[in-house]
C-alpha cells in the first residue's frame, strides 16, 4: 500500500519557488516526524531539512533561511516551501515520516523530481 505520496516537484529558473507536500495516510499522524530528503545521482541522500512530532524544525546549512519545513495534522500533511532556489537544489526531493512508538514505523515516498535551471 502507499503510506507516503510527495507531489509538488517541476521545473523552475533559478530564483523561483516551488511547495512540496506529503501527505501520510497513517492514523496518529501528530506523533511522527517527519524529514524531507534530496537525491543526487552519484551521492547519498541528504536529509534537507525535519519536522517533529512537536514542530522542532530543522535545515540542512545550505537551504537555511531560503526553504521552510511546516505540517498540518488536520491534513495529514507535511510541506516544504523553497524559494530562492538554486540549481545545486536540483534533485529528487523524498518525504520520510518515522514513529517510535507504540511500534516503529518507517515509511519511504516515492520522490518528487526538482529542477532549478537556467
Known amino acids: 500500500q502507499v503510506v507516503v505520496v510527495e507531489s509538488g516537484g517541476g521545473l523552475v529558473q533559478p530564483g523561483g519557488s516551488l511547495r512540496l507536500s506529503c501527505l501520510v495516510s497513517r492514523t496518529m499522524f501528530s506523533i511522527y516526524d517527519v524529514g524531507w530528503y534530496r537525491q543526487t545521482p552519484g551521492k547519498q541522500r541528504e536529509l534537507v531539512a525535519q519536522i517533529t512530532h512537536d514542530s522542532r524544525t530543522d535545515y540542512e546549512d545550505s537551504v537555511k533561511g531560503r526553504f521552510t519545513i511546516s505540517r498540518d495534522n488536520a491534513k495529514n500533511t507535511v510541506f516544504l516551501q523553497m524559494n530562492s532556489l538554486k540549481p545545486e537544489d536540483t534533485g529528487v526531493y523524498y518525504c520520510?515520516?518515522?514513529?517510535?512508538?507504540?511500534?516503529?514505523?518507517?515509511?519511504w515516498g516515492q520522490g518528487t523530481q526538482v529542477t532549478v535551471s537556467s
Open positions: 520520510n515520516a518515522v514513529r517510535l512508538f507504540p511500534t516503529r514505523a518507517d515509511d
